[in-house]
């Protein structure tokens, strides 16, 4: 009956966040660092000199790797756990976005088990019993991994893309500094929105008993991260704007959205996007609100009272008297949401059309093979999903 | 510019949370526990045997030191220090509220302190360098002293009252069972309901730029506790409303409140109504209401916008265009508030008379006789503060 949380990432958030990363690696009594990161901007733009130079002060030695992708791989994870053990690493700092951070929290993850092979834990062989050290610079607000205790790596040698979660893999600091997201891409601010609302959203629908200081948090969180969403699309150098995005994608994947509810959400979406990203290579935020309306109206008779819950303290829609109605009001609401700041609402819109082979797979992967059902609002089956991918791509 | 939030208490809300007391234990490596405690029911209620039940099962050893009363006594403080260190005590459990956690938090700084004398760390003369591990099993929603960095102590000597925060003393985990708050009385309920509300309001007025993301989650925050507060009067075994209150009590004071925010908030109320329990030993969440609406008057013309949102997000109040009116309605509705969960809404309805001399005796110990001043959204002196006691005693 009771649920946990634990957010013991110490988090810094405002501008020149990252001039504390001499001042946490000596909290944590790093030695030697790995500095993780996806694109080269970071070197480019002088942020890596600005984090090198804090380690020189300190005698705090380092190794750099570059290279992470979005939907980051497992080949790379390979040769950073490899690098790392030559190097003699103990602190991994990822620099950057959700990827830089899981795949950072992979190899963290690899260098603490010391025989065998990492991505046996993102196929769930086998549970992780520990990892090394990881600590965040932020330069992208979306995934929440720079709280989250998750990570989520796709394997090229099957298209195969499984996450994680484990309590070892919490960030012992996060340097949010809302100015490092300045230069983010419009349709990445976008991606990164979406991200963060449907890790809120998710966590909103399940099945059980819900706290209503849970719900209250929920709806106000995703009602600011809309207004700012936009703000920043407008002037990507708004900083208030972008302060409240990177605030939001950390408290969205924190676990906070869901403390105190039965169960932790529904994540059929999620599920569902990983096998069309893992596929595709589409960006997340934009596979997971290419999804989202086909889901909902497929789900949605379950329980309409709690969309229009959700469309009321978000978007103001009104309530009507009839659930369902009100329900595709919500919906509807959240889907003009999205194509305001540019993002699909449909597969289609993706540019991406699944042959019924294609779509026969992702169902079959998202299953597991058989071994799994999706979803808690509504339990989804490997025929459901089809459906749905289907529907979606209309 | 940038704000840290850091919040590493581990936290298991809901029926039976109190069953992980061994578990945690282990997961910190406690061999010799002291269970601190205040009221006798506790041990009369069966909650303390089902506590050493679970030490016993894990073979770890205990010592019990009840009799906290409320504002925590520095003698007991003192006598809980000498009584560990004869015992071998490496972790402290509070059981109880605010005052039993407080109270440990000052033991665990002593016991760390080898030589000096604790008082000094809340007189101010040192800071805190450690503190032992503290666990908290909460059985009254109202400090929020579970999850936060603070420590308040009265001592009897000269009826001084006075508080240190550092992370030391945020405790390792906080288990909530809102069933434990079923036996609360009403007055106790509806002081812990006004001083968890004060939490979040001292935090929400500051005189620096704050973050939206932060606001909303406050005010989100206030209404839901407001609600919830009534419903646990009327029925005191309200699952749903002790739940809801329970982890408003942590929320509102382990941080998140003030996240992004440029000031840590004002707190001038709980400085002055230190003061005035010091003195007159009055409930801590009744004398924050008994001087808030004062204090709000005396300084709502610095932002009358403020009290104005908050009045519209909390309770409805409308916005008639003129910032001062309609700070006055914010005032008057939680005024009304608090009065409708029968708190007092002035030092007179609490019974209590201050003479000239007490006001002035309490000025002069709140402004550390002329060395500090209150306030951030607007600063207070000795006189204004006199001024705020002597209008809520009319």
């Known amino acids: ?3 946990t949380l634990y957010t013991p990432t110490r988090v810094t958030l405002g501008k020149g966040a990252e001039d504390s990363l001499g001042d946490e690696l000596k909290r944590n009594g790093a030695k030697k660092v790995l500095v993780h990161y996806g694109s080269e901007r970071i070197v480019r733009d002088g942020l890596m000199k600005r984090l090198t130079d804090q380690m020189d002060r300190e005698g705090i030695e380092y190794v750099l790797l570059g290279g992470v992708q979005p939907n980051p791989r497992l080949s790379l994870v390979r040769k950073g756990i490899e690098l790392s053990r030559k190097e003699g690493v103990d602190f991994i700092v990822a620099a950057g976005g959700g990827s830089a951070i899981d795949s950072a929290k992979a190899i963290a993850y690899g260098l603490y088990d010391k025989d065998g092979d990492v991505w046996d834990f993102y196929t769930g062989e086998r549970k992780p019993q520990g990892a090394y050290p990881v600590g965040v610079v932020l330069t992208l607000s979306a995934t929440g991994s720079e709280m989250s205790d ?3 790596i796709t394997n090229e040698e099957g298209d195969l893309k499984r996450g994680v979660n484990s309590d070892y893999a919490r960030p012992r600091f996060a340097l949010l500094d809302p100015e490092l997201t300045y230069t983010v891409p419009p349709y990445q601010t976008s991606c990164g929105t979406a991200d963060m609302m449907m890790h809120t959203i998710e966590r ?3 099945s059980g008993p819900t706290l209503e200081l ?3 948090l929920a709806i106000a969180l995703l009602r600011t991260v809309a207004e700012n969403g936009i703000r920043a699309l407008k002037n990507p150098k708004d900083y208030e704007a972008r302060k409240n995005l990177m605030w939001a994608s950390s408290l969205s994947h924190n676990g906070l959205m869901q403390e105190g509810n039965a169960q932790r959400g529904d994540w059929a979406c999620h599920q ?7 596929l595709f290579d589409v960006a997340h ?3 997971l609100t290419a999804i989202w309306g086909t889901w909902a109206r497929y789900v949605c008779l379950e329980d309409p009272e709690r969309f229009a819950k959700l469309g009321e303290g978000v978007f103001g829609t009104k309530r009507t008297g009839s659930p369902e109605r009100d329900a595709e009001a919500a919906i509807k609401a959240f889907e003009e949401y999205f194509r305001t700041i540019h993002m699909p609402t449909s597969i289609r819109d993706l540019g991406v059309r699944p042959t019924e082979k294609q779509i026969d797979e992702m169902a079959e992967k998202a299953v597991f093979w058989g071994k799994r059902t999706l979803g808690a609002f509504k339990v989804l089956g490997k025929e459901d999903i089809a ?3 289907t529907e979606a791509s209309k």
Do not use: K, P, Q
Not at 272 to 278: C, D, F, R, Y
């Open 214 to 216: 849970t719900d209250s």
């Open 204 to 206: 909103f629908f399940h």
């Open 150 to 152: 998750s990570s989520v």
């Open 1 to 3: 009956m009771a649920t």
């Open 272 to 278: 569902m996007e990983h096998e069309l990203s893992g």
């Open 285 to 287: 935020g934009a596979g």
């Open 387 to 389: 459906r749905i991918y």
